[in-house]
């Protein structure tokens, strides 16, 4: 009888998660801030947001002025700067400025193209972080079904030396004997395949959070039976990056539309040459020396959008329909949050259930059947087979509770992604 004491109780399943659970918060939230700090695919992406915030700062200045410096009516033959009245070295400035309104533009369709990568640096933040709690819980499962198969392991130890005890009093057969050494066996090789998923999961954790030292021995498994109840009500998404990215290229198609009918306006181009003469007193025409004094020449002009129905009128027109695509890819992006998020409200609430239906149902029962039938083929009412099917019984209704609170803390983690939960400061 000294073998029952070796199966786990409901209480004692609560008591082991409630114990990790001290540690567990701040190993999860260790791993999250590494990853925020650490992974090569944010920071290229955070930089790359970087550079186009700085792109989009100059993208409304004035163009270079555009300075020249040239020799002026020279002779053919002598490119002499004497020779001629009107020769001399010129030095001109002059400057482009476009219409007002296509500076603007430009200028607004640069700050949105920005904000659009700092939506999508902001939803590979909050995917880095799913994934992070994803890999984490499916190891803190592994870990804790490694337990549960240790305690079915040395259960079944203890059963081989009970049937062996049996087998040499003459009260148990051969072929009981060998069955229990082969379930045992069984749950030997199925803990090497546990190993295996917890090896997977570590290295998966050590991916995202590009820590290469990262092992088993530095983790801390966690999964809480606090699941919570209170995700009736629909959650406010209106923070999720995709949805905001979504805003922001429709606005930025509504700025291009803008900059595409400033096109058919012209740009203006003023500027001013200041004409250094030179002059030889040795020369003199009719009596009369060419003093050569210096003069300044000014000019003004603007460009003349005459090809507008081959330009202007063709961008106009592709910008209108990027504005088209931009608003229902904005109402697709809202409508397919409202269903994920529904979904994963769901498929949350199946999971309270069914876990606190394992809780108070399926696990005692389970444990009861085992006890009952342990007495049953102690008095010859029930063979051993029956019994090893009811330890595995047992032995499975744990591993798929705790696989059942493992999917929803991974919903969860799902559902706060979708919402757009933030963790930290973007840098």
């Not at 392991?153 to 148990?172: H, P, Q, V, W």
């Not at 051969?174 to 546990?194: F, G, H, P, Y």
């Not at 239906?357 to 059947?369: D, M, R, T, W």
Request: charged letters at 25%.
């Amino acid at each position: 009888m000294a073998i029952r004491v070796f199966v786990w109780t409901v209480p004692a399943l609560v008591l082991l998660f409630v114990a990790d659970c001290m540690a567990g918060p701040e190993t999860l939230d260790s791993l999250i801030q590494a990853a925020l700090e650490n992974n090569r695919e944010l920071i290229a992406s955070s930089s790359r947001y970087q550079s186009m915030k700085h792109e989009a700062d100059a993208a409304g200045a004035l163009p270079d002025p555009q300075f020249t410096i040239s020799a002026m009516d020279l002779p053919r033959k002598t490119l002499s700067l004497t020779e001629m009245e009107m020769s001399g070295i010129s030095v001109g400035l002059s400057q482009v400025i476009p219409w007002p309104s296509k500076l603007s533009a430009t200028s607004r369709v640069s700050r949105l193209t920005a904000e659009m990568e700092l939506s999508n640096v902001k939803g590979r933040r909050n995917s880095l972080v799913r994934e992070i709690k994803h890999a984490y819980y499916e190891y803190s499962y592994w870990s804790f079904a490694e337990n549960i198969i240790d305690e079915n392991i040395k259960l079944g130890e203890d059963i081989i030396d009970f049937m062996e005890t049996r087998y040499s009093t003459g009260r148990a057969s051969l072929e009981e004997v060998t069955s229990a050494r082969v379930s045992k066996s069984e749950l030997d090789n199925e803990k090497l395949d546990i190993r295996a998923q917890i090896r997977s999961a570590v290295f998966m954790l050590s991916q995202l959070v590009n820590d290469t030292t990262l092992t088993d021995s530095t983790l801390v498994p966690f999964l809480t039976l606090n699941l919570d109840d209170s995700l009736k009500q629909t959650p406010d998404f209106s923070n999720n990056p995709m949805l905001a990215g979504a805003a922001t290229k429709y606005e930025a198609a509504r700025a291009k539309h803008s900059l595409a009918k400033s096109e058919y306006w012209p740009e203006l181009m003023v500027g001013a040459d200041y004409l250094i003469r030179k002059y030889d007193t040795s020369q003199v025409m009719a009596g009369i020396m060419f003093p050569g004094e210096d003069m300044w020449s000014f000019h003004f002009g603007f460009t003349l959008p005459l090809w507008f129905f081959a330009k202007q009128n063709k961008m106009k027109t592709a910008a209108r329909y990027e504005i088209d695509a931009a608003r229902a890819e904005q109402q697709f992006v809202d409508l397919q949050l409202k269903q994920s998020v529904k979904e994963a409200q769901s498929q949350l609430e199946s999971l309270r259930q069914r876990t606190r239906h394992f809780i108070k149902s399926i696990i005692p029962l389970s444990e009861a059947a085992y006890n009952s039938g342990f007495v049953a083929y102690e008095v010859g009412q029930i063979d051993f087979e029956s019994l090893l099917e009811d330890q595995m019984n047992l032995y499975e209704s744990k591993l798929e509770h705790i696989e059942l609170v493992k999917e929803y803390h991974q919903t969860k983690a799902y559902l706060d992604e979708l919402t757009g939960k933030e963790y930290g400061e973007l840098k």
